[in-house]
């Protein structure tokens, strides 16, 4: 069964896919994402998504369970009814975003022993590693503080 959308919604689907793409994703998963945020309906089955987009079955199975497994969609049942129904998971973007968080922590810790294990004869480039560090370390102070002053302003 096709989703029903409207010329603009098809084009910001596109959009948007495009976008993703070239973040790494890809077009069957940049796609499914863009509908599921687009659709005015929020829940969507495995033959409304495939229908609508105009891709395969195995593409799109192929890319619903890699979005499943990065977390970047999630899906639910319903009772009496076999087919499982996918959705975004914009809902849970704090937590999204709290274990995004934790890992730029884990990544500018080893970053921090590659830099220690490296050579000094390397100037140039232990410059640049340091300075990603750097970087990383500021976002590590600043992000919690800007997260609790946009709560604060949202509440």
Aim: hydrophobic residues 35%.
């Amino acid at each position: 069964m096709t989703i029903k959308l409207t010329q603009k919604q098809k084009e910001l689907i596109e959009r948007m896919g495009v976008h993703s793409e070239q973040s790494g994703a890809s077009p069957a998963q940049s796609r499914i994402m863009a509908l599921l945020l687009v659709s005015d309906e929020t829940e969507l089955t495995f033959e409304e998504i495939y229908e609508t987009l105009q891709i395969s079955k195995s593409a799109a199975s192929n890319a619903l369970n890699a979005l499943l497994a990065t977390e970047r969609i999630e899906y639910i049942t319903k009772t009496g009814d076999r087919k499982r129904y996918f959705r975004s998971r914009i809902g849970q973007w704090e937590s999204d975003f709290d274990k995004k968080f934790h890992k730029l922590l884990e990544v500018s810790q080893l970053m921090k022993e590659i830099l220690d294990q490296r050579t000094k004869t390397t100037k140039e480039f232990n410059g640049h590693l340091n300075k990603v560090i750097g970087f990383m370390e500021f976002l590590q102070n600043e992000l919690p503080e800007l997260h609790k002053k946009w709560k604060k302003l949202n509440k």
